[in-house]
Each structure stands twice: as structure tokens, then as C-alpha cells.
């Protein structure tokens, strides 16, 4: 079996942590062992293989993927090395991919070809890898960058899964773009395995089934990476505003006004490094008028829950690819993304991917919801 061939668009700090936490399943590392989806289809965790990537800092462009998930900005070091990741990063076109914040800190390559001629670079690229899916972990405010690799996707005959806030699996446009060519996407930003958005929505739903009313709420989200650095940029962060809001709202029994919930990333705090620290509080009312108020805090490596995530999508994209499905996956979507094309609740979405992966053969998933 060739195994699921992925292709790394941005070798950040996401990228580091799926590729090292890989490595750490094949290897039989100690306590890796037993977590996460063991099998998805045919396919294990180990299966997966990383054979293009592409990024535009210039300490990454020209290196094996082994030594630039190390360099610097990045800092996720859950193993000394990982042997035998000897493709070569490649360039991107820089586009909006570099904020005002991070610029500093990523010290990007000056692109001296034109837009067309690293579009199809990027195509013979990821064909001459016989890459499956591209992983888009382009930073928060890429725009024209994630719809360049999304327009790459599609040229390539890739699968997609979109990690991040700019929408195009939950854009109609690009929807149906991937439908009409018969290429998978699952996306879009990814809603971590025990992060702050599914943390959120579990306990507004379980407001929603207690018949409790909800009246206010915040999360708020600090981190010291380079994905809070850049987020400290206003303007960056208006699809992700939404990507996180709407989470919230899609599970609450009645939507809340805006100046009534505040869902965001809120600081960077440099010490912090890949730890994110999340507040949440809910407050409301229950039977018979009384208010009550929570809050929880959660304290979590922000990679692990990306990567722990990530693995499982692009298994369900290589399957939707087998079986020839096209478009979003929308049971896929709601399950394992904060901005679905679907939004639902997560037990329903959990319950339609089992459905999903059980039909024996190609139907439209956008059908299929
Ligand atoms: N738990 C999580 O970590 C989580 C959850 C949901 C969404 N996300 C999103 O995933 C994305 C990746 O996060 P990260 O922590 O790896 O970020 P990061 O800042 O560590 O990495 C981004 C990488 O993209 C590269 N890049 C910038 N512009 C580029 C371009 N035009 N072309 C190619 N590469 C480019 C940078 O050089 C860097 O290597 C972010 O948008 C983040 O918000 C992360």
C-alpha cells in the first residue's frame, strides 16, 4: 500500500508537531502508543508519509523537511530528530502570508519568479511526489495565499485539508469548484482533539440539552507562538473571529447577540511557547428563573491538539480520494473543523463520519448531510 501521501503547505510550528508526532507512533516511542484513531479505512497513523512541502522563510527553502521543522521560529522538539524526511522545501509565493508582527521572526525569501511560473512549479512538484493532499497551515489572514493553494489543489489533482481561517471548504464558490473536479477538501481551521472551541461547545450543550438559557459568554485564548504573535495583527483576524464565534453559536439553543459573546484569541505571552491557555466562562439561567455561572480553564499543548486532529483528516481525504468523492466533506468537516460547510452538533457529526466511512462506495458527500 503506497499510504497516504501528504504535501506540507507552511512548516510552521503544525507542521513540526503532526510530522515529529508521526515519527513517534512508527518509531514505537514509549506513550504514543494507544492514542488517537490507531485505524481510519485501511489506513494507520503510520502510513502516512511527507513527501513535498513548501514555505517561504528563507532558513527553510532548500533544506529537508527533517531539519526545517527544527529551524527557527519553530519550537516543537518532542523528538531530537526525525531520519529520513530528505524532501526538500520548496518555495511559495509570499503573498499576505507574513503579518507585521512575525515578520522579524520568519525573515521571508524575496520571490524573484513570477506568481504563474510557482503555481506550476508548485503542480509539478506535487505530481512528480505523487502527493494525495496538501495540508494548508498557512498563517491566520493568508487570504490569496490559501486560495493560490487551493487553485494549486485543484490543478494538481490534490486532496485538501484547510487547517486554518480563510474559508474554502465552507465557501460556496470554491465548494463547488472542488466538487465539479472530483477533489476532496476537509476543512475549514481545525477544532483541536481537547481544545478551547470543543471544550465550549460541549458545555453549551449541554446548557442546550439541560433546557438551561445561556445569557452570556467569553473564551478567551493566550499563547506564545508564532500563531499568537501573528494573531496579535487586528485586521488578520476577521475570518478567524468567525470561525470561532459561529462554533459557539451553531450549538447554542438560541444564538446570542454579539455584544453577549466574545470568542477569541486574545494575547501572546512570549514564555508560554506552544502552551495554550484557555478561559471559559458561560453564564445563565435555569428552571425556574435562577442564574447560575461557570468557569473552566484549560491548559494544553496547542501542536498536539492540531496534529491529533490532523492525521485523522488527511485519512479521510486519501479515502475520499480512493472511492473518487469530490467536493467538501461535510460529515468529515463538522466532526474535525470549527468552520464546517455544515455546521452540527459533534455527537451528530461524529455519528454521520462512522456512516460515512461505512458507505462501500462513492456518493456525494455533499448529498450526504
Ligand atoms: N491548535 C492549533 O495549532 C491550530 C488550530 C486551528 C488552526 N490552526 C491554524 O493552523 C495554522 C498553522 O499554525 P502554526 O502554529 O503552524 O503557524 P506557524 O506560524 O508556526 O507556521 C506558519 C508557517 O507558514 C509559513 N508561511 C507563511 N506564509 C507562507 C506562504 N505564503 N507560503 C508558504 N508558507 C508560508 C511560515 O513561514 C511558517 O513556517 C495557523 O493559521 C493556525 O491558526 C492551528
Given at each position: 500500500m503506497s499510504g497516504v501521501r501528504v504535501g506540507i503547505v507552511g512548516v510552521g510550528n503544525c507542521a513540526s508537531g503532526i510530522i515529529q508526532g508521526v515519527q513517534m507512533r512508527r518509531s514505537g516511542h514509549k506513550g504514543s502508543q494507544g492514542l488517537g484513531n490507531e485505524k481510519i479505512g485501511d489506513y494507520r497513523i503510520e502510513?502516512?508519509?511527507?513527501?513535498?512541502?513548501?514555505?517561504?522563510?528563507?532558513?527553510?527553502?532548500?533544506?529537508?523537511?527533517?531539519?526545517?521543522?527544527?529551524?527557527?521560529?519553530?519550537?516543537?522538539?518532542?523528538?531530537?530528530?526525525?531520519?529520513g524526511l530528505d524532501v526538500t522545501v520548496k518555495e511559495s509565493p509570499v503573498l499576505d502570508g507574513v503579518g507585521i508582527y512575525v515578520g522579524n521572526k520568519i525573515k521571508p525569501v524575496k520571490n524573484t519568479k513570477s506568481i504563474s511560473a510557482l503555481r506550476d512549479a508548485a503542480v509539478d512538484e506535487l505530481k512528480r511526489t505523487k502527493t494525495d493532499v496538501i495540508v494548508n497551515y498557512l498563517p491566520v489572514g493568508s487570504q490569496k495565499a490559501t486560495e493560490f493553494w487551493a487553485e494549486v489543489a485543484l490543478e494538481a489533482g490534490c486532496g485538501m485539508v484547510n487547517c486554518m481561517p480563510v474559508f474554502i471548504a465552507s465557501n460556496e464558490a470554491w465548494a463547488n469548484r472542488f466538487a465539479a473536479a472530483r477533489i476532496p477538501i476537509v476543512g475549514d481551521d481545525v477544532k483541536g482533539v481537547v481544545g478551547a472551541t470543543i471544550v465550549h461547545r460541549t458545555l453549551a450543550q449541554l446548557c442546550a440539552d439541560r433546557g438551561v438559557e445561556v445569557t452570556k459568554t467569553y473564551q478567551i485564548n493566550v499563547g506564545g507562538n508564532t500563531d499568537f504573535l501573528n494573531m496579535k495583527e487586528q485586521s488578520r483576524l476577521e475570518s478567524k473571529r468567525i470561525s470561532k464565534t459561529e462554533a459557539v453559536q451553531t450549538v447554542l439553543s438560541e444564538r446570542l447577540p454579539p455584544e453577549r459573546i466574545y470568542v477569541g484569541p486574545s494575547d501572546f505571552i512570549p514564555y508560554l511557547g506552544n502552551t495554550k491557555i484557555a478561559f471559559i466562562r458561560i453564564e445563565g439561567k435555569m428552571f425556574p428563573g435562577i442564574p447560575f455561572n461557570m468557569e473552566m480553564r484549560l491548559d494544553v499543548d496547542d501542536k498536539a491538539n492540531s496534529a491529533g486532529i490532523v492525521v485523522d483528516a488527511v485519512r479521510y481525504c486519501k479515502i475520499a480520494l480512493d472511492r473518487k468523492v469530490g467536493g467538501p466533506l461535510n460529515e468529515v468537516s463538522g466532526w474535525l473543523m470549527k468552520h464546517p460547510p455544515v455546521p452540527m452538533s459533534d455527537d451528530k457529526a461524529q455519528a454521520a463520519v462512522k456512516v460515512w466511512l461505512a458507505a462501500p462506495s462513492a456518493r456525494k458527500s455533499k448529498q450526504s448531510v
Open positions: 502510513d502516512i508519509r511527507f513527501v513535498s512541502a513548501f514555505d517561504i522563510g528563507a532558513n527553510k527553502i532548500g533544506t529537508p523537511l527533517g531539519k526545517a521543522i527544527y529551524a527557527s521560529p519553530n519550537v516543537v522538539d518532542w523528538l531530537p530528530s526525525v531520519p
